[in-house]
């Protein structure tokens, strides 16, 4: 499969990995379509892409919506070959606080956004997915999970956070061999500090002590770089199964 030929649903979408994706696969000819839960920015983030990108609201952690959306992003996209799942909270706390233990409807909630929703979205694309008209090595499509290097190596007050990274990049493995009969790949994609509209509300020190951090190079991941990944994966058949870390080669210290 070729880039320009995406038919892709992106999570997430409206800022951040989730929209340098979108970004990307429009700007090389393919269609994408942006959900996320919020309408204001996802609708303005779809429009400044042209007309290869459009908006649809979704809450991944319903059911009801995800499958509703996936429909509507098939029948918009005249077909559905990508999924990429980028929705997603970070979820910091201790488990013990400073205010006492962490409550689990905290916890919860991480684990139905971040784990929970990618597998309702994985399974909603997956099942259109399977009508597909199947490709040279009988490819019918993909899905990428945003898993993230908090996975292998949690910091403190990462518990929520690591605990739904690293099922997401569990399921990965069982998903692709579940669906290798059907030409279906699932893959995993591990990024590590990557300069996100959440670090701008971060001052330049700390940003600059963060990319310090990395081994090489000593900076902040780009968002384009994981749209680049993404791309690779999309045209590399035999990529499937697999967590990629995107990290510059850091190994997370403690805190």
Same mark, same amino acid.
């Given at each position: 499969?070729?880039?320009?030929?995406? $038919?892709?649903?992106?999570?997430?979408?409206? #800022?951040?990995?989730?929209?340098?994706?979108? @970004?990307?696969?429009?700007?090389?000819?393919? *269609?994408?379509?942006?959900?996320?839960?919020? %309408?204001?920015?996802?609708?303005?983030?779809?429009?400044?892409?042209?007309?290869?990108? #459009?908006?649809? *609201?979704?809450?991944?952690?319903?059911?009801?919506?995800?499958?509703?959306?996936?429909?509507?992003?098939?029948? $918009?996209?005249?077909?559905?070959?990508?999924?990429?799942?980028?929705?997603?909270?970070?979820?910091?706390?201790?488990v013990l606080g400073k205010n006492g233990p962490?409550?689990? %409807?905290?916890?919860?909630?991480?684990?139905?956004?971040?784990?929970?929703?990618?597998?309702?979205?994985? +399974?909603?694309?997956?099942?259109?997915?399977?009508?597909?008209?199947?490709?040279?090595?009988?490819?019918?499509?993909?899905?990428?999970?945003? !898993?993230?290097?908090?996975?292998?190596?949690?910091?403190?007050?990462?518990?929520?956070? !690591?605990?739904?990274?690293?099922?997401?990049?569990?399921?990965?493995?069982?998903?692709?061999? %579940?669906?290798?009969?059907?030409?279906? @790949?699932?893959? #995993?994609?591990?990024?590590?500090?990557f300069h996100t509209p959440m670090m701008d509300?971060?001052? +330049?020190?700390?940003?600059? !002590?963060?990319?310090?951090?990395?081994?090489?190079?000593?900076?902040?991941?780009?968002?384009?770089?994981?749209?680049?990944?993404?791309?690779?994966?999309?045209?590399?058949?035999?990529?499937?199964?697999?967590?990629?870390?995107?990290?510059?080669?850091?190994?997370?210290?403690?805190?």
């Amino acid at each position: 499969m070729k880039i320009q030929d995406a $038919r892709a649903v992106i999570t997430g979408g409206a #800022s951040g990995l989730g929209h340098a994706v979108a @970004r990307h696969i429009a700007a090389q000819g393919g *269609r994408a379509v942006i959900l996320d839960v919020q %309408e204001g920015p996802g609708r303005a983030a779809a429009a400044a892409l042209g007309a290869n990108a #459009s908006f649809m *609201r979704c809450d991944v952690t319903s059911e009801a919506e995800v499958n509703a959306a996936m429909e509507g992003a098939h029948s $918009r996209l005249a077909g559905l070959n990508l999924l990429v799942n980028c929705a997603g909270v970070i979820g910091a706390g201790r488990v013990l606080g400073k205010n006492g233990p962490m409550a689990g %409807e905290f916890f919860t909630k991480v684990i139905h956004i971040n784990l929970i929703g990618t597998f309702l979205c994985d +399974k909603a694309a997956a099942a259109l997915m399977q009508n597909n008209t199947p490709g040279p090595d009988g490819e019918r499509g993909l899905l990428i999970h945003t !898993s993230s290097v908090a996975a292998f190596e949690g910091q403190i007050g990462q518990a929520a956070y !690591s605990a739904t990274k690293a099922a997401v990049a569990g399921m990965t493995l069982p998903i692709a061999r %579940e669906l290798a009969r059907l030409g279906i @790949r699932c893959v #995993s994609i591990a990024p590590g500090i990557f300069h996100t509209p959440m670090m701008d509300g971060m001052s +330049k020190e700390v940003q600059d !002590s963060l990319a310090a951090q990395v081994p090489f190079p000593a900076r902040l991941g780009k968002p384009e770089e994981f749209a680049q990944l993404v791309a690779s994966v999309f045209e590399i058949p035999m990529l499937n199964g697999a967590t990629i870390r995107l990290d510059g080669a850091i190994r997370m210290q403690p805190k």
